[in-house]
């Protein structure tokens, strides 16, 4: 596909004015968990008074939209240009993840420029993706070019605890969000130097557990008859270890399409280099069956993994605990029901013998959603490839082990719409754990490439 | 045994003294656990000045003694008042286990009357215990009558964590610390109408364990390839769930005498009554065989349990952590060596296959002791079932399932010493836990008791 010889590109000026953006959007501790000390409603509203502020000045129809009283407002935007023109909907998010301070190595809600990154809880996931939407339409404001397409945007403040509203958020407005393509602004780049479009994410199922033993904790001595609720835990938490061998599990996998593989067997990704990229102990066994590709993997390999568990207190007294609890996820594949692998793992928690008899809860909590596959040949998708080549000169397609209800949320109301995930991330961009932070490369290619995206998009036909 | 005709007894401005006295000290958050956020030296200096002002002020010789530079300084004291009459080391603690203040009806650190009981963290264990002595000493001053035996004392400010200078303690001060009888006010009463004499404790190693996965936590989307150390933990703590089925672990666990079964099977506790006591979830199987008595299994059944558990925190990120750990205990039976149960312990977690390989960390911490029984007809022992048998009116004598480290060591030291545990808590004092009590009713008792013990042993004859 050629490029386009005119493509405006963000100049140096437009970029130094995105990352001060950036800074002030950081700055706001826009965390949406709810259980996180940090969590506070008004930070959440000050954000989306940022991202909404930003859009009215630059010429777009700006609203909120608030679906549950108490819940962060959705940013509704939009500019249409031409009715017999695509409509893109561009999908980013305000709120981020929560932070464990004295983890950092830097002030987590002050941007911190070291070397070639940027520093900061949300300086990546997301709020960079909605400072390169606001960048890339800056530009064409900037050079006063009227946009190439109509735009839609769609700024949540909930993605990292679930985006409990989104269905309904879609029931409510679904008029004002219909488009020919949904682009995602949230993804990752297969590292710095290659433009990627992501073609599929994973289900989600989360689940609370927690075993109760006594009315509170006490005295360890006792232990020779007091149960222990951490050992029964432990025992059930164990009995998840491989879902292959919990039954019922594997049922609904979808076989992955020959040609799909092979475009996923290209990955350069090797064991050794997956495992030095995410930080994984020397000597430990990848998941998964080593003879497929990682990239394979990431889309067919089903998955349970444990988030936190906590049961009293490190440096607590010598006491037997009187409950002890985890937060669990498991990842889903194509084709799985996360309400069917819901009940599969409450039947075989329930099917368990839990140590001591002790009491047990098991309750689905936070985020649910399908896994999703995305269609590489779409003529969108090949245009956001083409914008990624313009500005990155090498593109990927890649797979990811992220959860994105959203998508299969917006392809149920709109059958036909094309979902295509890019983004600011990349490998080093930790975006769920501490010291998380952007590459500056990154943002500004992938600024460029959603610029040529707009372009490139206008001469896709809409269908009949 | 006959009582004491013209026996001394707490009255009631005594007794209100001694409450006061208690909430002073309570007051001075003195705990003793490094990894707690209390911790502070101060508080523990605060409290020993606290005890040896009180010791001064009664006529006692009394000082300081610190083994190792930072930390808590024991409160050695003494009153010799006829080398021919029997020597008696009273022994206490004065810092306290760490607390969960948002567990906590009342403010840990303010002495709160409600009922029958005062709330507090160590208005029981031990500061009553240590109230209780000076209230004794000062019936006797406050009747002017010199005291009937010599006594010694000893305060430390580091039971609660593990006692570890107490060896070299006895080492630097065996002159001072040596006695016919030590008593050590820091046991527990059958119930609150019970004067109860604890005729054995348990032995505890005590570990750390920990699984590494990752060099920090990451995207729980990775977790198709990426190894979650909280399962494995999970695995290891499993596996630690029933130590008869841990290789070697009973090898030296002693047959307890027949005759002490049968003193230990006229307990009246039955399951579900002890059960209820530790408040114990409605339907769990309490440990050990069931068709051994409670006492029995106290004494004789081993057991681990986990104190504390943690990995990520509760509503934390979507994250796979990087680390998973716990801490737990084994407690001993009588017989076993704490040294050779470390070596087991850590051949069974070698043994173990850990999931997906990943590199852990097993180190013995704290506290480590040897199991210990006492001579129940010795005549220090039988002096002081008397005096609580003059205050109470019943007595009993029952095993504990807490370890206390300084009694196997001044057996050691002082092969002839008779060592006696009685003490001020009752089954509802929730000594490690939180809303921690004293019923004033025993704490009153058991001084009696003391000042009645005092009288009798002075009869003792010394062994030659």
Known sequence: MASVSNALR???????????TLKEFVSIPS???????????????????????????????????????????????????????????????????????????????????????????????????????????????????????????????????????????????????????LVILDGGNLDVATGTVENSTRGIVTFELRVDALEKPTHSGVGALVPDPCQALAGLIA???????????????????????????????????????????????????????????????????????????????????????????????????PARIEEVIKKHIASQEVMYNLPYTLEKTGLSAKAWKGNINGPFTQAMLSGLKDSYGKIAVMPTGGALPLITDFE?????????????EDPDTSAHSHNESQDIGVLRKTTDALIAFLDKAKAIPLKA
Chains 1, 2 share one sequence.
């Open 412 to 424: 149920e109301f709109f059958p036909e719409i094309e979902s295509i995930i890019a983004g600011v």
């Open 239 to 337: 009995s998840l270890g491989n879902p292959r061998e919990i039954p019922g599990f594997m049922d609904d996998c979808e076989e992955v399409d020959p040609s799909e593989v092979a475009l996923l067997d290209q990955s350069s990704q090797t064991e050794a280099s997956y495992a030095k990229e995410h930080g994984v102990k020397a000597g430990a066994i990848l998941r998964g069956n080593s003879e497929e590709s990682i990239y394979k993997r990431i889309v067919t390999e089903p998955s349970i993994s444990v988030i936190n568990m906590t049961a009293g207190k490190e440096g607590g007294g010598n006491s037997i605990q009187d409950y002890a609890r985890c937060t669990f996820g498991v990842r889903l594949t194509p084709g799985q029901d």
């Open 10 to 20: 963000v100049n140096d000026q437009q970029f130094s004015d995105a990352i001060n």
């Open 31 to 181: 965390v949406s968990n709810p259980n996180s000390e940090d969590y506070n409603l008004a930070h959440l509203q000050e954000a989306a008074d940022f991202v909404k502020d930003r859009l009215v000045s630059l010429g777009f129809e700006t609203r909120f939209s608030v679906v549950e009283e108490g819940t962060a407002p959705y940013v509704l935007a939009q500019k249409i240009v031409d009715a017999t023109k695509p409509t893109i909907l561009l999908y980013a998010h305000y709120d981020v993840q929560p932070v464990e301070r004295d983890k950092w190595n830097t002030d987590p809600f002050v941007l911190t420029l070291q070397g070639e990154r940027l520093y900061g809880r949300g300086a990546s996931d997301d709020k960079a993706g909605v400072v390169s939407i606001l960048t890339a339409l800056n530009v064409y404001k900037d050079a006063k070019e009227e946009l190439p397409v109509n735009v839609k945007i769609l700024v949540e403040g909930e993605e990292e605890y679930g985006s409990a509203n989104m269905r309904d958020l879609l029931v409510k407005e679904a008029a004002k969000l219909n488009a020919q393509a």
